[in-house]
């Protein structure tokens, strides 16, 4: 998903379904080598040990896609129990397939706990400054929703997960940024024109860096999973609000709060805003409030008479 231009056309509207799309799943208790076996059993092409640095195990699909397991510090679990699986480029008509390969793994003795997450990727070329500004503004506006519809813990949000930060905001507010170079400033504070894999910017729930790292954006709120309807819910929110940031013409920077007793209809409200409408959608709606209090029909709640 590298990007080589720095301004991206804008062409008519993004439909989140046209988005490309990866996904990095943390796991424990099973071997690479056993997770990548895991992978092949639904994505067929071959298992080769590749080493390096992360000790990968890689499945090279039917596609010729590969498919890797990893190691990761992050994982609490002794390092030949850690396994990151990192899927190759994806489309939308992939995630049928995504979801068997997640029922895969767990099938094969795979498990996570609280030190596991979930990074999804969304492909960046479509964003100029503009919608990577819009896409800042947006998530800082509703980060309160999303971290309690996530449940991200206080840990990962102090460390992994920080929140889109009040200074890049204020930033955004001054420089009205239009161009990826402008942005590039604004995310950095000064123009970056070599970002590094580890840059400290990566470490938050919306990651930006990456635009510039590896042609995505990343969202990293996501607690890790192997119920395969939830991790299918994951990449349409995030596919979702990709094309919204892609297709708004500006957005406001004031931060929502959080308020209990509205919480579900404003979350649901949201989500429908984003475009996640109708039966398509619905498991993916089931599963994103399904942590929120409140009434999904009844802004302050549902009437008692």
């Not at 990548?36 to 298992?47: D, K, L, T, W």
């Not at 499945?59 to 994982?75: E, F, H, P, Y």
């Not at 590094?196 to 860096?209: E, I, M, P, Q, V």
């Amino acid at each position: 998903m590298n990007e080589t231009t720095n301004q991206p056309r804008r062409n008519a509207e993004m439909d989140l379904r046209n988005i490309r799309y990866g996904i990095e799943i943390e796991t424990l208790g099973q071997t690479r080598r056993d997770v990548a076996n895991a992978i092949q059993s639904v994505v067929g092409g071959s298992v080769t040990y590749a080493g390096g640095a992360y000790d990968a195990w890689q499945v090279t699909d039917l596609r010729n896609r590969v498919w890797k397991a990893v190691t990761d510090a992050s994982i609490n679990a002794p390092r030949d129990l850690q396994a990151e699986v990192v899927s190759p480029v994806l489309n939308y008509d992939d995630l049928e397939q995504l979801q068997a390969v997640v029922r895969a793994i767990r099938e094969a003795g795979a498990r996570v706990d609280t030190s596991c997450g979930i990074h999804v990727h969304c492909d960046a070329s479509g964003l100029d400054g503009r919608g990577l500004a819009n896409l800042a503004k947006m998530v800082y506006k509703q980060e309160p929703l999303i971290f309690h519809a996530l449940g991200v813990t206080a840990g990962r949000q102090a460390r992994y997960t920080r929140p889109v930060e009040d200074a890049l905001i204020g930033r955004i507010a001054e420089n009205r940024p239009t161009t990826r170079d402008e942005m590039n400033a604004t995310w950095y504070g000064y123009h970056n024109g070599s970002p590094a894999h580890y840059d400290a910017s990566r470490y938050h729930g919306l990651n930006l860096h990456s635009a510039w790292y590896r042609g995505t954006v990343e969202f990293r709120y996501f607690e890790s999973t192997l119920h395969a309807g939830k991790i299918k819910a994951y990449v349409q929110f995030c596919l979702a609000i990709t094309a919204k940031a892609t297709n708004a013409r500006a957005a406001t920077t004031a931060k929502r709060e959080f308020n209990a007793t509205s919480a579900k209809y404003d979350f649901r409200c949201w989500l429908l805003r984003l475009g996640l409408i109708g039966d398509d959608f619905k498991t993916a709606r089931l599963h994103l409030m399904a942590n929120m209090p409140g009434s999904a029909a009844w802004k302050n709640g549902r009437p008692t008479a």
